[in-house]
């Protein structure tokens, strides 16, 4: 397997007023490709900050972080947007529907970016909606849906311009136990049949279970587990 | 308690609180700049004496009657002192620059007007000058005008070339009074007339009257036109107001046009309010519900909502009365000579803050009474 | 790399009562502007066609309207001499001495007066304007005190219906029939027998003379004949440029007000824009980083939101516009400053003022969005994402 994940010596460092915040402390890790990755530790560990590293959110203050081949330290803020557009999904906690598109039309968002005729998008978004199993649910909006069936649209969103990665923050954070086990299934799925390199972060330790490893923040630092 | 509130909610959005109060105040000023336009309109009217009054040619404005009409007039009883006037509609360099001027009989005239004031050296040097003129003092201004200067009009109705000497100005004693009337001698216009036209010579554009009694008005006017009736020339008096005021119905669609507009703002100020005021009050409301929970009642969230819009509406129309001068004075520029007088009166002003206030209390009403039967369960949801 | 237009179309709709207020706040200034526009290119409209191309129109020199002018019968047949005058069918020339005063006459339903105009004529003026049809009852009769009416006259004064008696100059006048001078100043006038106005006013001088001339070229030389001509001292004019400057002033005074008016009026309207936009996208911080998150640029969405509240204008830009167009069934009766005498005019729409309606509602959205869409693609992703 090849290393699709290179961190290498990450320090983020934040300034607030006068103060310094180190976030993260010269973090190394290496995530192999198809590897199901759970991210946890307490709040303010550093784990969101870090996944926004490897899904090119966010700039390190000093290190390298490579992705795909791509040293992302050294893209700009719109070749780390188009970047993102081709290669990592995205699913939040809070799922970040458009609550003004229907699950159809937020699963084509993403598709916007690439240039795809009609029917080309209309089959990828119907393949996505298919797997994640919302075949029917295409013309509801959001508040239509339960938390559970909005999260799973999500995922078809992050799943449907096929990215390398899957980056998920607290997928289940706000879910019921039924709801979050499909949604684990699913990922864990996607992961095995697809073979997606999936990180997710979690303070869930069920959730983390399903992933192949764990990985704990604790105040900035790495402890591999 | 409840100003605190008050006050530190009004800029809690602080950018939306200044584009309220900017919009509210551009609003205030386009209300006190249409009124002023109306009331200009007006200026006439409001310039009239009660104890004048004005006869003409029953026909219309542009037709004359004969000179000899004055002795008749002023055996009328009733009547003080009688005046003649002749529209002259004269061109000084450029059509675009109005302004009314008028062949006078020069003594009676300052007779009949005493709220024109000249001083008795230029009124005397005046009379001496046959092709002199007495200028208002805001006319003389607006050209540069100095006594002594040489003034060139083209006549229009007279035609010609006329060149005036500048002998005098003339201060206006009311501030409804026009200052911007050029004034020449009536004889001068009609020995020219009789070297074009002689059949044309001893026309007067219409007389102007004092009477005894402004409340026999009605009376005395009924009188002059019954005593000219079936003569060669009909006439038709009246007051000098209702003289004023036809002119102004002339363009009474105009006028009213305006007045429509003038309440288009009140809705618009209305609109920028309500947006504001609707918008936080949602934010708000489990806010809202959390003062309720403490136990107050709602006419202390009634007080909140509606106390904010006036702070608002109050801080847009103080800013306003502050632009509209600007304003006012930048229009005057533009169409100048269209009015002899535009100012901004109290009333307006008056009329603009009562509009505001009045508009500010209603916009804040409709979230008040929203947020004061505010379910609190409902409300308190919104917070997490 | 755009936004789906869906995306900002829908997002106006969520926020109802702010979106609906805004939209009708852009909506009355495009209507103001629309009506000022329409207004003031109605009296051009209305004067412009008032001339004939054809026709010159020959004044008392430095006179700015007819009635203020004076020619005699002498002036009236030197005029008449000249070459370039175009004949009728029968071989008579197209020249027509007229008269012209303004009597008071009743507003109708009202206890108002108007400025009538009142025009001496002959009866082969139609030879003269073409434009001018008798659409009921017949012509005056030479020599008669009979009259003929516009039709907006009819519309607008007391007792103008065929069979009515009008008084003034002290007789009393028989209309005989009704005449449509379409969208011209004519339409406004009351016309009857030159020599019978003459004696009635006891004013035995003409006003002016219209000749309609066989070309161009002709009227160079016609005017020029004219100004040589030491025997007169008259101004010659094409019709159409005489009538187009007696809109000047009351059009320019409606376009300056008019545009003072929209002007401030449109600062209000930006204004309420900028509140909605800045709501709006301080409502969607969390959406706007989503976005970003997936990857659209700060551009596609600062494109996205100036989009919406561009949007947002336009609806209130035709519906302003569609409730003007109401307007052009109306016509209002003023006087005219230049001429002193009543005129009709209608709310005229123009492609040119649809186009400028649209664009200034446009522009309205566009400035008032464009602070706001910038504040929307400014959010760093990260704080936008945690935002509630």
């Given at each position: 397997?090849?290393?699709?994940?290179?961190?290498?010596?990450?320090?983020?460092?934040?300034?607030?007023?006068?103060?310094?915040?180190?976030?993260?402390?010269?973090?190394?890790?290496?995530?192999?490709?198809?590897?199901?990755?759970?991210?946890?530790?307490?709040?303010?560990?550093?784990?969101?900050?870090?996944?926004?590293?490897?899904?090119?959110?966010?700039?390190?203050?000093?290190?390298?972080?490579?992705?795909?081949?791509?040293?992302?330290?050294?893209?700009?803020?719109?070749?780390?947007?188009?970047?993102?557009?081709?290669?990592?999904?995205?699913?939040?906690?809070?799922?970040?529907?458009?609550?003004?598109?229907?699950?159809?039309?937020?699963?084509?968002?993403?598709?916007?970016?690439?240039?795809?005729?009609?029917?080309?998008?209309?089959?990828?978004?119907?393949?996505?909606?298919?797997?994640?199993?919302?075949?029917?649910?295409?013309?509801?909006?959001?508040?239509?849906?339960?938390?559970?069936?909005?999260?799973?649209?999500?995922?078809?969103?992050?799943?449907?311009?096929?990215?390398?990665?899957?980056?998920?923050?607290?997928?289940?954070?706000?879910?019921?136990?039924?709801?979050?086990?499909?949604?684990?299934?699913?990922?864990?799925?996607?992961?095995?049949?697809?073979?997606?390199?999936?990180?997710?972060?979690?303070?869930?330790?069920?959730?983390?279970?399903?992933?192949?490893?764990?990985?704990?923040?604790?105040?900035?630092?790495?402890?591999?587990? | 308690?409840?100003?605190?509130?008050?006050?530190?909610?009004?800029?809690?959005?602080?950018?939306?609180?200044?584009?309220?109060?900017?919009?509210?105040?551009?609003?205030?000023?386009?209300?006190?700049?249409?009124?002023?336009?109306?009331?200009?309109?007006?200026?006439?009217?409001?310039?009239?004496?009660?104890?004048?009054?004005?006869?003409?040619?029953?026909?219309?404005?542009?037709?004359?009657?004969?000179?000899?009409?004055?002795?008749?007039?002023?055996?009328?009883?009733?009547?003080?002192?009688?005046?003649?006037?002749?529209?002259?509609?004269?061109?000084?360099?450029?059509?675009?620059?109005?302004?009314?001027?008028?062949?006078?009989?020069?003594?009676?005239?300052?007779?009949?007007?005493?709220?024109?004031?000249?001083?008795?050296?230029?009124?005397?040097?005046?009379?001496?000058?046959?092709?002199?003129?007495?200028?208002?003092?805001?006319?003389?201004?607006?050209?540069?005008?100095?006594?002594?200067?040489?003034?060139?009009?083209?006549?229009?109705?007279?035609?010609?070339?006329?060149?005036?000497?500048?002998?005098?100005?003339?201060?206006?004693?009311?501030?409804?009074?026009?200052?911007?009337?050029?004034?020449?001698?009536?004889?001068?216009?009609?020995?020219?007339?009789?070297?074009?036209?002689?059949?044309?010579?001893?026309?007067?554009?219409?007389?102007?009257?004092?009477?005894?009694?402004?409340?026999?008005?009605?009376?005395?006017?009924?009188?002059?036109?019954?005593?000219?009736?079936?003569?060669?020339?009909?006439?038709?008096?009246?007051?000098?107001?209702?003289?004023?005021?036809?002119?102004?119905?002339?363009?009474?669609a105009i006028?009213s046009s305006l007045e429509i507009v003038?309440?288009v703002?009140?809705?618009?100020?209305?609109?920028?309010?309500?947006?504001?005021?609707?918008?936080?009050?949602?934010?708000?409301?489990?806010?809202?519900?959390?003062?309720?929970?403490?136990?107050?009642?709602?006419?202390?969230?009634?007080?909140?909502?509606?106390?904010?819009?006036?702070?608002?509406?109050?801080?847009?129309?103080?800013?306003?009365?502050?632009?509209?001068?600007?304003?006012?004075?930048?229009?005057?520029?533009?169409?100048?000579?269209?009015?002899?007088?535009?100012?901004?009166?109290?009333?307006?002003?008056?009329?603009?803050?009562?509009?505001?206030?009045?508009?500010?209390?209603?916009?804040?009403?409709?979230?008040?009474?929203?947020?004061?039967?505010?379910?609190?369960?409902?409300?308190?949801?919104?917070?997490? | 790399?755009?936004?789906?237009?869906?995306?900002?179309?829908?997002?106006?709709?969520?926020?109802?009562?702010?979106?609906?207020?805004?939209?009708?706040?852009?909506s009355l200034v495009s209507f103001v502007y629309a009506a000022v526009l329409m207004l003031s290119g109605g009296i051009?409209?209305?004067?412009?066609?008032?001339?004939?191309?054809?026709?010159?129109?020959?004044?008392?020199?430095?006179?700015?309207?007819?009635?203020?002018?004076?020619?005699?019968?002498?002036?009236?047949?030197?005029?008449?001499?000249?070459?370039?005058?175009?004949?009728?069918?029968?071989?008579?020339?197209?020249?027509?001495?007229?008269?012209?005063?303004?009597?008071?006459?009743?507003?109708?339903?009202?206890?108002?007066?108007?400025?009538?105009?009142?025009?001496?004529?002959?009866?082969?003026?139609?030879?003269?304007?073409?434009?001018?049809?008798?659409?009921?009852?017949?012509?005056?009769?030479?020599?008669?005190?009979?009259?003929?009416?516009?039709?907006?006259?009819?519309?607008?004064?007391?007792?103008?219906?065929?069979?009515?008696?009008?008084?003034?100059?002290?007789?009393?006048?028989?209309?005989?029939?009704?005449?449509?001078?379409?969208?011209?100043?004519?339409?406004?006038?009351?016309?009857?027998?030159?020599?019978?106005?003459?004696?009635?006013?006891?004013?035995?001088?003409?006003?002016?003379?219209?000749?309609?001339?066989?070309?161009?070229?002709?009227?160079?030389?016609?005017?020029?004949?004219?100004?040589?001509?030491?025997?007169?001292?008259?101004?010659?004019?094409?019709?159409?440029?005489?009538?187009?400057?007696?809109?000047?002033?009351?059009a320019?005074?409606i376009r300056?007000l008019g545009t003072?008016v929209t002007?401030?009026f449109s600062?209000?309207?930006?204004?309420?824009?900028?509140?909605?936009?800045?709501?709006?996208?301080?409502?969607?911080?969390?959406?706007?980083?989503?976005?970003?998150?997936?990857?659209?640029?700060?551009?596609?969405?600062?494109?996205?939101?100036?989009?919406?509240?561009?949007?947002?204008?336009?609806?209130?830009g035709?519906i302003g516009l569609l409730v003007a167009s109401g307007l052009s069934q109306f016509s209002i009766?003023?006087?005219?400053?230049?001429?002193?005498?009543?005129?009709?005019f209608r709310f005229s729409l123009t492609?040119?003022t649809i186009?400028n309606v649209?664009?200034f509602?446009?522009?309205?959205?566009?400035?008032?969005?464009?602070?706001?869409?910038?504040?929307?693609?400014?959010?760093?992703?990260?704080?936008?994402?945690?935002?509630?």
């Amino acid at each position: 397997m090849s290393t699709i994940i290179n961190i290498e010596n990450l320090s983020k460092t934040y300034h607030r007023d006068a103060e310094e915040l180190q976030v993260l402390k010269s973090i190394n890790m290496q995530v192999e490709n198809g590897e199901f990755l759970a991210l946890m530790g307490p709040s303010g560990s550093g784990k969101s900050t870090l996944l926004n590293m490897i899904a090119g959110l966010d700039t390190p203050t000093s290190g390298k972080v490579t992705i795909c081949g791509s040293e992302l330290s050294q893209m700009n803020e719109s070749q780390l947007a188009g970047w993102r557009s081709q290669h990592v999904g995205f699913i939040f906690q809070f799922y970040n529907l458009m609550p003004v598109l229907t699950a159809y039309e937020n699963v084509e968002l993403p598709l916007h970016l690439i240039n795809l005729s009609k029917e080309e998008r209309d089959k990828k978004i119907r393949l996505a909606l298919n797997l994640v199993g919302l075949p029917d649910r295409m013309d509801h909006y959001p508040n239509q849906l339960s938390g559970g069936q909005q999260q799973r649209v999500a995922i078809a969103r992050a799943i449907v311009t096929d990215p390398s990665i899957i980056v998920a923050d607290e997928p289940t954070g706000d879910l019921d136990r039924k709801s979050a086990e499909e949604i684990l299934n699913l990922m864990v799925r996607f992961n095995k049949e697809l073979g997606k390199t999936i990180i997710m972060v979690t303070h869930d330790p069920h959730a983390a279970g399903r992933a192949h490893i764990k990985k704990h923040l604790d105040k900035g630092t790495l402890n591999g587990a | 308690m409840i100003i605190k509130l008050i006050a530190r909610n009004v800029f809690r959005h602080k950018l939306r609180a200044i584009l309220t109060i900017l919009g509210v105040a551009i609003a205030v000023s386009s209300f006190g700049f249409i009124r002023t336009v109306i009331t200009a309109w007006y200026i006439g009217v409001e310039a009239s004496s009660s104890n004048r009054i004005v006869t003409r040619n029953a026909i219309s404005i542009g037709f004359p009657l004969p000179l000899a009409y004055k002795n008749k007039l002023e055996s009328t009883p009733d009547v003080l002192e009688v005046t003649y006037a002749n529209w002259f509609g004269g061109i000084y360099k450029d059509p675009g620059n109005f302004f009314a001027q008028f062949a006078i009989d020069p003594v009676s005239y300052f007779n009949v007007y005493p709220e024109y004031e000249v001083r008795p050296e230029q009124m005397q040097a005046f009379l001496k000058d046959r092709s002199g003129a007495i200028v208002g003092q805001k006319l003389a201004e607006r050209y540069g005008w100095k006594v002594g200067d040489i003034v060139p009009l083209t006549g229009t109705i007279y035609e010609g070339d006329w060149d005036f000497t500048i002998r005098g100005l003339y201060k206006g004693a009311k501030k409804s009074a026009d200052e911007t009337i050029f004034f020449f001698h009536w004889k001068y216009l009609d020995e020219r007339v009789a070297e074009i036209f002689p059949d044309f010579t001893g026309n007067v554009g219409f007389y102007i009257a004092t009477i005894d009694n402004p409340d026999n008005a009605a009376l005395v006017c009924q009188g002059i036109d019954e005593r000219f009736k079936n003569s060669a020339n009909e006439t038709l008096t009246e007051t000098e107001s209702a003289f004023q005021l036809s002119f102004v119905t002339m363009s009474s669609a105009i006028i009213s046009s305006l007045e429509i507009v003038s309440f288009v703002i009140i809705a618009i100020i209305m609109l920028v309010l309500a947006n504001t005021m609707v918008m936080s009050a949602r934010e708000r409301t489990s806010e809202y519900a959390v003062i309720k929970t403490l136990g107050f009642q709602p006419g202390f969230i009634y007080a909140m909502i509606v106390g904010e819009s006036l702070l608002l509406s109050s801080l847009g129309a103080l800013l306003g009365l502050l632009i509209t001068f600007p304003i006012v004075n930048g229009f005057a520029d533009a169409v100048g000579s269209f009015f002899p007088s535009f100012d901004i009166s109290t009333m307006t002003l008056i009329a603009a803050v009562i509009a505001t206030l009045v508009v500010g209390a209603l916009s804040g009403i409709m979230p008040a009474i929203r947020a004061a039967h505010l379910n609190i369960i409902d409300g308190l949801r919104q917070l997490s | 790399m755009k936004l789906p237009l869906n995306y900002s179309a829908k997002s106006l709709f969520v926020r109802k009562t702010t979106t609906i207020v805004t939209i009708f706040g852009i909506s009355l200034v495009s209507f103001v502007y629309a009506a000022v526009l329409m207004l003031s290119g109605g009296i051009k409209e209305t004067l412009v066609q008032t001339g004939s191309p054809d026709n010159a129109i020959i004044i008392q020199r430095s006179s700015i309207t007819e009635t203020t002018s004076s020619l005699t019968r002498d002036h009236a047949n030197i005029l008449k001499s000249y070459p370039g005058i175009a004949r009728n069918a029968e071989g008579r020339l197209i020249a027509t001495p007229e008269v012209m005063v303004i009597v008071n006459l009743k507003k109708k339903d009202s206890d108002d007066m108007v400025n009538a105009p009142l025009r001496g004529t002959e009866t082969n003026v139609f030879d003269l304007r073409q434009n001018v049809k008798l659409i009921e009852g017949r012509m005056f009769t030479p020599g008669t005190s009979e009259i003929v009416v516009g039709a907006a006259a009819r519309r607008n004064y007391e007792q103008c219906k065929i069979g009515d008696k009008l008084f003034f100059g002290k007789r009393e006048w028989n209309v005989v029939g009704v005449f449509d001078a379409g969208r011209t100043g004519f339409d406004s006038e009351v016309w009857g027998d030159t020599e019978q106005f003459m004696q009635a006013f006891r004013r035995p001088l003409y006003s002016s003379m219209t000749v309609k001339l066989t070309d161009q070229e002709a009227f160079e030389n016609y005017q020029a004949l004219a100004d040589n001509d030491k025997r007169l001292r008259v101004d010659v004019k094409q019709e159409q440029q005489f009538y187009a400057d007696q809109s000047e002033n009351i059009a320019g005074f409606i376009r300056i007000l008019g545009t003072v008016v929209t002007t401030i009026f449109s600062i209000g309207a930006i204004i309420g824009a900028m509140i909605t936009m800045y709501a709006a996208v301080a409502n969607r911080t969390r959406e706007i980083g989503t976005l970003q998150a997936l990857g659209f640029s700060r551009k596609s969405i600062l494109l996205g939101f100036l989009i919406e509240s561009s949007l947002l204008a336009m609806i209130g830009g035709l519906i302003g516009l569609l409730v003007a167009s109401g307007l052009s069934q109306f016509s209002i009766s003023t006087v005219n400053f230049d001429s002193f005498s009543e005129m009709e005019f209608r709310f005229s729409l123009t492609t040119e003022t649809i186009t400028n309606v649209l664009l200034f509602a446009l522009f309205m959205g566009f400035s008032g969005g464009f602070l706001p869409a910038v504040r929307a693609a400014r959010l760093k992703v990260v704080d936008a994402l945690r935002s509630v």
